[in-house]
């Protein structure tokens, strides 16, 4: 079994992807007038970090023993073994390996974009984390 | 550097873990790895610089491995899986 797939939120939704950088450049703008160029940069870099798996492409691998999903050149991976809740939304699934809602979750889970293939990607999950 | 956790390292890794939820510390202790780590090395390197003073006081041995298990970037992820997965 293995179901792979490339999830880019941005492309698809183009006027939350305008929104999100007027954001970034405006808080990046008044961190400049306030604190400089130095100041600004850094704003931009952790506002960017913040919404990367928005921002930029993600190539997710779910395969029999675990689940990878790799963007900008960073691959993260967990054995379904590891993983012990999932929680579906409207556009992701959360992976978590906690078996009640944590604060970590986010940190140590992994949180995977549906690419119109929700059905498939549902299916493999409940399929290995019960 | 990225050699393989020994079975007496991941036995170690185990008891630690553990240890961290028994104490109900698992989430500031998951939180607190997961921010150091990238510095394991240099953290390890830290330990070998206090290790005579350090061995002064508690085993010399216990200390060298945790200083050698440190030394492999591995480590620390091993670590909070364990953590995780003794919750």
Redesign the interface.
Known sequence: MRLEWVAHPARARPGRTALAVGVIQLAALLAYATGGAWLAALAEAVLLASIAPFLFPTRYVLCDERVCARRLGVTRARRWS?LRRFQAGAETVLLS???RP???DR??GLVVFFAANERDVMAIVRDKIR | MSEALTPEEDELLAKIATRVVELRMD?PA??LL?SVKPLNFVGSQAMLFFQPIVSAIFPAALYQRLRALLEKRQSIEAL??KI??A?
């Open positions: 590891e390996p906690f078996a944590s604060w970590l940190t140590r | 989430a998951i939180f997961e909070i899986r995780e997965a919750r």
